[in-house]
């Protein structure tokens, strides 16, 4: 068995894979509170993974009320290093159609500071760079997988991260066409912050469901349209992790693993124990 563990963050359906064996759920504590549910663990052609539900078992969990420090947490305590996120999100672009794929690299935050998105605070402060927010080479490795699955997929583009839970005004969803935005969701943006932190190559799996409100060709989004399209994707979504998953290597050659040698600027004298403790499996390697 591979040495490497990667984590799925997404859809409950996403763990019921064919080929998935040694299923267990795992509960895990964290010092920033309950994950959204349990983990599921298992082994997939040798390759350990994780899967978390994102919004809970029968989607419980706005997304501002996501606990997304805990759940990333509970993934790093886990040993995963690489998390596949898979999310429903609407096209910013004609191209971009219902059913389609995209593999964002950029966001645009328009999140309102509800979210926790960070680990530091507290007595300890860190910054992390964030230029590139995705892992590329988990990207490539999932454009490559999505397109030996069949699936009509778009690479690169930027992600806006809305706060929700209403989807946007049609004067909005303009202003978002004007900025090049390629989809719009209200997730990963805050995964992907946190990620970084905890040194996980993280990259999206984005199922286009609809166009937003701004195409005047189509009908604007509603929740049955996208739960449509999701149950449609689920499928696909699966075959796009079974090819990354049998493409990705043990070793990692990025930068994420070493994102935060150079993040912490508090001067180690000041930082208590218990925050040692606290941030161990983040950033204990550095302090």
């Known amino acids: 068995?591979?040495?490497?563990?990667?984590?799925v963050i997404g859809g409950s359906g996403l763990y019921e894979m064919e080929g998935l064996e040694q299923i267990e759920r795992i509960s895990i504590d964290t010092p920033f509170g309950d994950p959204s549910d349990e983990?599921?663990?298992?082994?997939l052609n040798g390759i350990k993974m994780v899967f978390l539900p994102r919004h809970g078992r029968g989607h419980r969990l706005l997304p501002s009320e996501v606990n997304y420090r805990a759940n990333i947490y509970g993934m790093k305590t886990l040993g995963v290093e690489r998390i596949i996120s898979v999310s429903a999100v609407g096209s910013l672009k004609?191209?971009?159609a219902p059913g389609h794929i995209v593999i964002p690299d950029q966001f645009y935050d328009r999140t309102r500071g509800i979210r926790k998105d960070t680990?530091?605070?507290?007595?300890?402060?860190?910054?992390?760079?964030?230029a590139d927010p995705v892992c590329g080479e988990?990207?490539?490795?999932?454009?490559?997988?999505?397109?030996?699955?069949g699936a009509t997929a778009h690479k690169g583009g930027t992600y806006?991260?809305?706060?929700?839970?209403?989807?946007?005004?049609?004067?909005?969803?303009?202003?978002?066409?004007?900025?090049?935005?390629?989809?719009i969701g209200m997730t990963n943006l805050t995964e992907a912050k946190l990620a970084r932190e905890a040194e996980i190559c993280y990259g999206i799996i984005a199922l286009s469901t609809d166009y937003d409100c701004w195409h005047d060709s189509h009908e604007d989004v509603t929740v049955e349209a996208i739960i449509q399209i999701i149950h449609q994707n689920v499928a696909m979504a699966k075959n796009i992790i079974r090819h990354a998953v049998a493409a990705i290597g043990s070793l990692?050659?990025?930068?994420?693993?070493?994102?935060?040698?150079?993040?912490?600027i508090t001067d180690r004298a000041f930082i208590s124990e218990?925050?040692?403790?606290k941030l161990a499996p983040i950033v204990g390697k550095y302090l």
């Open 1 to 7: 068995m591979s040495e490497t563990t990667i984590g």
């Open 39 to 43: 983990y599921v663990t298992g082994i």
């Open 94 to 96: 004609d191209a971009i």
């Open 119 to 130: 680990f530091f605070g507290d007595g300890i402060v860190a910054h992390a760079g964030f």
């Open 138 to 149: 988990l990207s490539d490795t999932l454009y490559a997988a999505a397109q030996k699955a």
């Open 160 to 183: 806006i991260c809305m706060e929700g839970p209403a989807f946007s005004t049609r004067a909005e969803s303009f202003s978002y066409l004007a900025l090049g935005a390629s989809i």
């Open 252 to 264: 990692r050659t990025c930068p994420c693993g070493s994102a935060m040698q150079y993040a912490v």
């Open 274 to 277: 218990e925050i040692k403790v």
